[in-house]
T-cell receptor, first 110, second 117 residues
Framework: AQRVTQPEKLLSVFKGAPVELKCNYS??????LFWYVQYSRQRLQLLLRHISRESIKGFTADLNKGETSFHLKKPFAQEEDSAMYYC????????????FGKGTHLIIQP | SAVISQKPSRDICQRGTSLTIQCQVD?????MFWYRQQPGQSLTLIATANQGSEATYESGFVIDKFPISRPNLTFSTLTVSNMSPEDSSIYLC??????????????FGPGTRLTVL
């Protein structure tokens, strides 16, 4: 079965510092990868997905099939980036549900 | 995009009782899903709610415990039956809207926080 691993439960960085949230997956085929974010007292929302190859709120993520990774990066952290971040995987297209990692709580210190 | 609402937002229930959670979407969605997030854990897919047919359950989840209805393209319910304290979780509904800027994107409801005593 597929699996998503986010090794850091908590990540604390200073404002202006670079951020990297790690995500590794295990699946033998070609999955779709997503990053979802949940700000305090808000619902889970899509941040970005690998097929879009977009930069959202300064965040980017590159799918590395060789390393089976989809790390989320931002060069300069902002205080409003503090949130819970979930990496998720989907294997069957839009008809399938998502497999989530356990999440990383990102805290940006002033 | 799709705006998804859930009722109730939270509830405290006695063991042995059942609770039905409603999920309403403001636009038609092709797929609807139900997830569970136990305390300190990640989201786990319970089932896919199929319109006009039985839900498709993930391993470890059964229809008798989590009956699901989906009578149309904008509404679904999840019932947590014969509850025990282990069922205390946040239950989330999600939907994949028809068309749109990001096809097949799953949008999530705010969740229903269930506590079983």
């Amino acid at each position: 079965a597929q699996r998503v691993t986010q090794p850091e439960k908590l990540l604390s960085v200073f404002k202006g510092a670079p951020v990297e949230l790690k995500c590794n997956y295990s699946y033998s085929g070609s999955p779709e990868l997503f990053w979802y974010v949940q700000y305090s007292r808000q619902r889970l929302q899509l941040l970005l997905r690998h097929i879009s190859r977009e930069s959202i709120k300064g965040f980017t993520a590159d799918l590395n099939k060789g390393e089976t990774s989809f790390h989320l990066k931002k060069p300069f952290a902002q205080e409003e980036d503090s949130a819970m971040y979930y990496c998720a995987l989907r294997i069957g297209g839009g008809a399938d549900g998502l497999t989530f990692g356990k999440g990383t709580h990102l805290i940006i210190q002033p | 995009s799709a705006v998804i609402s859930q009722k109730p937002s939270r509830d405290i229930c006695q063991r042995g009782t059942s609770l039905t959670i409603q999920c309403q979407v403001d636009s038609q969605v092709t797929m609807m899903f139900w997830y569970r997030q136990q305390p300190g854990q990640s989201l786990t897919l319970i089932a896919t709610a199929n319109q006009g047919s039985e839900a498709t359950y993930e391993s470890g989840f059964v229809i008798d415990k989590f009956p699901i209805s989906r009578p149309n393209l904008t509404f679904s319910t999840l019932t947590v039956s014969n509850m025990s304290p282990e069922d205390s979780s946040i239950y989330l509904c999600s939907g994949t809207p028809l068309g749109g800027h990001l096809p097949d994107t799953q949008y999530f409801g705010p969740g229903t926080r269930l506590t079983v005593l």
